[in-house]
């Protein structure tokens, strides 16, 4: 199979229609996308990613009215929640319509993740379909999730028929996605683009998920304890220049916030928001910073951890996963 790409919205609907995949931009990061609603298709979307059954997928719509179709109840701080961040980078955990939800969706359980995208071409997409796309992340399960068309391609290329161009991702990691608990206060279950404290903002109950919530069957995209790896091994160190484990400097790079990695050519490094630390810049582009450092064929990537606040609690997450393995 070629693997082309491209802006074509009339192309992406037809193969959507018939049950094909096609990856897809989202604010976020590229989805490789299918119809939520079809189990062949849904099957495809886990055969081609590798990813296993027990992982739930997000169903993705372009209005509100679409969404609430397919769920049985909306709690009240859900409702805050969406009139205030959707479209946008946020995943709501909610109690699923069975006769709606096929279980592979959902892995069983009773809860759909589902959001509204804000990027302008997915949201056009959605609105010529009949149906919800179910989209993970469109690389191989476990890999660096995807934020350009190219990363795409290099991942899956040859395994889906189209890629809908959208450029570069804006925000460069994934949703945060938010469930709710016995009070109906929201529990952020994965962080993501949308921090604690602008989720507090809105609803000041909104708590992170206990341990007990935690050891529970992950009713959530991104849980694993291993993703978003590169091939390469990676060591956490920092934050800051601190803690840097010894290292080759002729078989290492190095993705570090806002100072470069001393005694490490600038070629084998990235330096995520140079002088300021500005952590949405750092989240724009960390995933991209893996997947250039990860084609060197190095022996070892060395990344900083980012203070632990804010948009960084989500970067530090991203890099403890990656490096898990």
Do not use: W
Not at 19 to 48: C, H, K, M, S, W
Not at 97 to 120: E, F, I, K, S, W
Not at 280 to 306: I, S
Request: glycine residues 8%.
């Amino acid at each position: 199979m070629q693997t082309t790409t491209g802006p074509d919205l009339n192309y992406a609907a037809a193969l959507l229609r018939v049950g094909q995949l096609v990856a897809i931009p989202t604010e976020t990061v590229y989805g490789l996308a299918g119809d939520g609603t079809r189990e062949t298709t849904l099957r495809q979307i886990f055969a081609v990613k590798n990813r296993p059954l027990h992982n739930p997928l997000i169903l993705h719509f372009s209005y509100l009215d679409d969404l609430r179709r397919y769920v049985l109840s909306i709690p009240a701080a859900a409702e805050t929640l969406l009139a205030r961040f959707s479209p946008g980078p946020l995943t709501l955990l909610l109690p699923r319509d069975p006769a709606r939800v096929p279980d592979l969706v959902t892995a069983g359980l009773r809860d759909v993740a589902v959001r509204l995208p804000a990027h302008p071409l997915t949201r056009e997409l959605l609105a010529r379909l009949d149906f919800p796309l179910a989209a993970p992340s469109a690389n191989p399960f476990g890999y660096i999730s995807p934020t350009t068309a190219a990363h795409v391609v290099s991942q899956l290329g040859g395994r889906i028929p189209y890629v809908l161009d959208g450029g570069p991702c804006a925000a460069g990691i994934e949703s945060t996605v938010v469930g709710f608990g016995a009070d109906g206060e929201p529990v952020v279950y994965r962080p993501g683009v949308l921090t604690l404290e602008a989720l507090q903002a809105v609803v000041p109950a909104t708590r992170l998920r206990t341990a007990q919530e935690t050891a529970a069957p992950a009713s959530s995209p991104g849980l694993l304890p291993f993703h978003y790896a590169p091939r390469t091994p990676l060591r956490l160190f920092g934050p800051g220049l601190r803690d840097v484990p010894a290292f080759d400097p002729a078989t290492t790079g190095a993705i570090v916030l806002r100072e470069p990695l001393p005694g490490l050519s600038p070629a084998r490094q990235v330096v995520l928001s140079p002088g300021r630390g500005d952590l949405a810049e750092a989240a724009h582009g960390l995933y991209a910073a893996l997947h250039q450092l990860d084609q060197l064929g190095l022996g070892l990537l060395l990344a900083e951890r980012m203070p632990d606040d804010g948009l960084g609690a989500a970067l530090n997450d991203r890099l403890r996963k990656a490096a898990a393995r």
